[in-house]
């Protein structure tokens, strides 16, 4: 898979996360249904996290997350018991933005070889397409939660 493939269905992915982030009311970003643990700001963090894991620290060698976000997004993380302080959409939506343009870069700079090798677990592209679908599954999570709210079925808005 070349870079202009994986830089495309990144545009897309990301796109969808930020459209739910955007239009979602203040009061839904951090609800989550009794019995679940995770909102749509950690939906879309958790995104975040992955592409820096999976795509940016692999190919460069280091997160270029902002300081203390990691604890709130990782793998690890525990959105329900996390009291913050978190990061507003705002600043969320930036470091998505940020990032996808990052991503685009570096995509375009790396060796086309490292990018199609998606056979198995280890290969580079597998990475970027894992973290791709990643971050498509959790934009499908935050929308579910958006149209709850939106049927007025969790905070109002």
């Not at 996360?17 to 643990?37: F, Y």
């Not at 997350?65 to 604890?71: S, V």
């Not at 290969?123 to 958006?146: K, N, P, Q, R």
Request: proline share 6%; glycine share 10%; aromatic share 6%.
């Amino acid at each position: 898979m070349g870079a202009e493939t994986l830089i495309a269905l990144a545009r897309q992915v990301r796109g969808r996360t930020m459209a739910i982030l955007e239009r979602a009311e203040p009061a839904w970003l951090m609800w989550a249904p009794a019995g679940t643990a995770n909102h749509i700001l950690w939906h879309a963090g958790h995104a975040l996290w992955a592409q820096d894991v999976l795509c940016i620290e692999l190919l460069t060698g280091r997160s270029e997350l902002p300081a203390g976000w990691a604890k709130h997004f990782d793998m690890e993380s525990r959105p329900a018991a996390d009291k913050g302080p978190w990061p507003s959409r705002e600043e969320l939506l930036a470091a998505l933005k940020t990032q996808l343009g990052r991503m685009e870069a570096i995509l375009k700079a790396t060796d086309p070889a490292l990018l199609g090798a998606l056979s198995a677990p280890g290969d580079t592209g597998w990475h970027i397409v894992h973290a791709l679908h990643d971050e498509a599954c959790h934009s499908g999570e935050m929308y579910l939660l958006f149209k709850l709210c939106r049927a007025g079925k969790g905070p109002k808005g």
